[in-house]
């Protein structure tokens, strides 16, 4: 919602009463005028920066809650960031999430983003989809398999997760309140308390990703939406306020152990590479498709 000044002006008001005594007629008047200016709430958001732990080393497997709780445990990578109200209205949020990878020291070529996931505590987010180098959305990756139609060299060019959020009480002077559940409340009675809550997810590069994921640049894109929490319903989100922040491993060194072409030991191995060469345009338009 956009910031508006507003000015409310009284009308003037006319008040008229008749008084009939006998033949005689009475009229009594009065008349007032007033001014009244007030502002409009604001509706304004932030999101931080990302951050990505242990970014330089992530496994296949990692943080897959379907590896044996016997096995050797992985390296946890927790994804966070910090939503925090500016604006003095109440919001509702809603956050999309979409994740993308391409091949080390490589920004042309997109690897497949099926093996990404982000989980809250066990459970994956949900309202999970896929969408494919034709910028088609899947709900379920065996739909994507089984699809005749597609194209042979499609394949899935980023996972993107979309949830309604927390709302979130206003900031500030004239701060909204609400009760009620999944409200973010300020810290604090004071005007100036931060009204803020921090996410934090795990992410995972699945187990049956192959060796040509090993040190692969991941990008997380958040996107975090809002709008005013009073008077809305679901048709409104084609109004709001959007902020968008982006995390990339790219800068990250990476470690690796062992080479792509070696085994556990060492060794030179042969692979089968799966991957697919992609432009820059191409890149940027995985996530373009997600978001339409």
């Known amino acids: 919602m956009q910031k508006r000044k507003i000015a409310i002006i009284g009308a003037s008001c006319v008040a008229a009463a008749t008084l009939i005594v006998g033949s005689a007629l009475a009229l009594f008047t009065d008349e007032t005028e007033s001014d009244a200016a007030a502002k409009a709430g604001t509706v304004k958001i932030d999101v931080s920066p990302i951050t990505f732990t242990n970014a330089g080393n992530v496994n296949p497997g990692d943080n897959d809650p379907t590896i044996s709780p016997d096995a050797h ?29 391409d091949e080390q020291g490589s920004s042309t070529k997109l690897l497949d983003a099926r093996y990404l996931a982000l989980y809250n505590r066990d459970a994956e987010l949900s309202d999970k989809t896929y969408i494919s180098s034709e910028g088609k959305s899947y709900s379920d990756i065996s739909e994507f398999d089984s699809d005749v139609d597609k194209p042979q060299e499609a394949y899935i060019t980023a ?14 002077p004239n701060a909204e309140k609400e009760d009620g559940f999944s409200v973010v409340a300020a810290k604090d009675d004071t005007v100036d308390s931060p009204v803020e809550k921090e996410y934090s997810y795990s992410f995972s590069l699945l187990k049956d990703a192959s060796n040509q994921y090993q040190g692969a640049d991941i990008t997380v894109d958040v996107i975090v939406e809002a709008m005013q929490y009073r008077n809305t319903e679901s048709s409104d989100w084609d109004v709001i306020t959007k902020v968008e922040k982006v995390y990339s491993s790219a800068d990250v060194p990476m470690t690796v152990v062992p080479k792509e072409d070696e085994d556990a030991s060492g060794n030179k191995i042969t692979i089968s590479r799966g991957g697919n060469d992609k432009s820059n345009s191409q890149i940027s338009d995985a996530k373009d498709k ?3």
């Open 159 to 172: 996972v993107k997760y979309t949830y309604f959020s927390d709302s979130f009480e206003g900031f500030g």
């Open 290 to 292: 997600a978001l339409s």
């Open 73 to 101: 445990s992985g390296t946890t990578h927790d994804v966070k960031y910090v939503v925090s109200n500016l604006g003095n209205k109440s919001v509702k949020t809603r956050q999309t999430i979409i994740l993308t990878c």
